[in-house]
């Protein structure tokens, strides 16, 4: 076990530890550490603690401050800086007529370095920029391209849920987000209604993933067989994953005779799936599932823009923040 404390250098950004020696950090407090991009104000988001060495990324820097009230106002008038290299990379980009658009603007606590984060849709040729930046500021230049997920992180801003972004404000990281999941979960397929403010997948997918795993796999497929508790059987026609029951169209006696019921999942009997099934699963031709007579089906427009929003998603690139 290692004595750490947490670290954070942006609002839900990654957690970082480094050796508070012999001194006392409390949740909340500020930090002056040395990182990779040199020396940084940090904030306190775990104070002393004992971690297991696993955990711990090697070598493990030692914590230069506690924050004072100097160094405190230092970090404002950063923050007034920043502010005016923003309007000032703004200009020379207009200048320049370069296809990018502006995000944010940092400096590190020493202001050895100025980073500006952008977005493009390609390649940007910004060496002038670059040049006409350094003979500003007189410091380090580096202009980091980072994707649309980054940039809504950074932005922040609402989701349809009415609430503040999640990875605005504390998600450190963007986990694996797919189509399956919205599958998995019986949502629209609809582009629109499960792509977030970013024009991506929305994360929240991933929050009840592994529930509504476990809750299908307890489910009968649609369109199965499946016996009832009076040993009629029946053809499943519907199934509520939340409330784990099941509407069956079953056989009576009398021939010919069908009727619709609804069925706790519990009192059925059928084959039971693999798990990470969604209950929606269709055959490719009727029920035997042969595929012959649907060897050519027109996409429509819906399923053309999930594909394309499959694409984004793979090509996205990976989080350039907090590098």
């Known amino acids: 076990m290692t004595e750490v404390i947490g670290v954070r250098f942006r609002t839900a950004g990654k957690v970082y ?4 020696g012999t001194i006392k950090f409390n949740r909340g407090d500020h930090a002056i550490v040395e990182t990779a ?6 904030f306190v988001v775990m104070g002393n603690s004992d971690t297991e060495d696993e955990k711990i990324i090697q070598p493990l820097k030692p914590v230069i401050r506690k924050a004072d009230k100097d160094d405190d106002l230092h970090h404002e008038e950063n923050r007034e800086k920043e502010r005016e290299a923003f309007k000032v990379c703004l200009e020379k980009i207009r200048k320049h007529n370069l296809d990018m658009k502006l995000i944010d603007v940092e400096y590190t606590f020493d202001r050895g370095k100025v980073l500006f984060y952008f977005t493009s849709d390609g390649r940007v040729d910004f060496r002038a920029l670059v040049k006409d930046l350094a003979s500003i500021f007189r410091t380090r230049i580096e202009l980091r391209q980072v994707g649309v997920r980054d940039e809504t992180k950074i932005l922040g801003g609402y989701g ?34 499960i792509s977030g403010v970013c024009g991506r997948l929305m994360c929240c997918l991933k929050n009840e993933e592994e529930v509504y795993e476990f809750l ?21 026609t519907s199934v509520s994953v939340l409330n784990q029951k099941v509407k069956v169209i079953v056989n009576l006696e009398k021939e010919d005779e069908k009727e ?8 059925l009997k059928f084959k039971p799936r693999r798990k990470g099934g969604n209950g929606n699963d269709k055959k490719p031709d009727g029920k035997n599932g042969s595929g012959k007579g649907n060897r050519y089906v027109q996409k429509s427009k819906e399923d053309e823009d999930i594909e394309a929003l499959e694409k984004l998603e793979k ?5 350039g923040l907090d590098d």
């Open 17 to 20: 530890y480094f050796a508070p």
């Open 37 to 42: 991009r040199g020396v940084e104000y940090g």
């Open 160 to 193: 349809s849920c009415g609430r503040p972004l999640c990875c605005h404000t504390f998600l450190s990281d963007f986990a694996p987000v797919s189509i399956r999941m919205a599958k998995e979960q019986g949502l629209s397929l609809n582009p629109t209604n």
């Open 216 to 236: 299908n796999s307890r489910l009968p497929l649609m369109g199965d067989t499946v016996t009832t508790p009076d040993g009629l059987k029946g053809e499943v």
């Open 260 to 267: 619709l019921r609804e069925y706790k999942v519990s009192e």
């Open 315 to 319: 090509s996205d690139p990976k989080s």
